[in-house]
């Protein structure tokens, strides 16, 4: 808990976007499941339109992903570097 809470201490607007980022990324996936059962079912929806939201998850999942990584470890990092010049200057 005292990492998350220094974390948020270092860059909290980070933390949130990350954390937005992955929760996106999480629906994104489960959307993807719910489409594909879906279409296992064939529960009369139409397939055009299964399609369309089927190719935007697949777009949508990836970019979410790549974005809440780059941003944890850009936290991680930055958070490193402050820890560091904390220590030296003592």
């Known amino acids: 808990m005292k990492i998350i809470k220094f974390l ?11 954390v937005i980022a992955g929760i996106i990324s999480g629906a994104s996936n489960t ?4 489409v594909i059962n879906a279409v296992l079912r064939n529960n009369g929806f139409s397939m055009t339109t299964l399609l369309l939201i089927f190719i935007g ?6 970019v979410t992903r790549f974005i809440a990584e780059v941003l944890l470890i850009r936290l991680g990092q930055g958070a490193l570097v402050d820890l560091r010049m904390r220590l030296s200057r003592q």
Do not use: D, H, N
């Open 31 to 34: 959307g993807l499941l719910a």
């Open 8 to 18: 948020i201490k270092y860059s909290r607007a980070a933390v949130i976007l990350a």
């Open 57 to 62: 998850l697949c777009v949508l999942l990836p």
